[in-house]
């Protein structure tokens, strides 16, 4: 499946930011859906994380502050982020994983200002 994010850019501290990831096809029988973020000169990590039987799972720097939803009419899985930090300032992908199978969309920038 390919994967597009959008809704990245730039916003300041304690402000708000959700991200979008549309699929090329159905996202109804894929396994996971998930958003990971790479910060410069940092490895990738997963940043949440949501099942097909809507199992979720958060980062615990992210925890109480963003939320992944997916909405399989619209193919789309979606990434609220409130109260914004300087640190998570990162290029954010969407991954999906389905029988083995691993995707990853091109990435989304999303900076924080202090």
């Known amino acids: 499946v390919q994967l597009v994010e959008s809704g990245g850019g730039l916003v300041q501290a304690g402000g708000s930011r959700r991200l979008s990831c549309a699929a090329s096809g159905s996202i109804f029988s894929i396994n996971e859906m998930g958003w990971y973020r790479q910060a410069p000169g940092k490895q990738r990590e997963l940043v949440a994380s949501?099942?097909?039987?809507?199992?979720?799972n958060y980062a615990d720097s992210v925890k109480g502050r963003f939320t992944i939803s997916r909405e399989n009419a619209k193919n789309t899985v979606y990434l609220q982020m409130n109260s914004l930090k300087p640190e998570d300032t990162a290029v954010y992908y969407c991954r999906a994983q389905d029988r083995g199978v691993i995707d990853w969309g091109q990435g989304t920038q999303v900076t924080v200002s202090s």
């Open positions: 949501i099942t097909s039987g809507g199992s979720i």
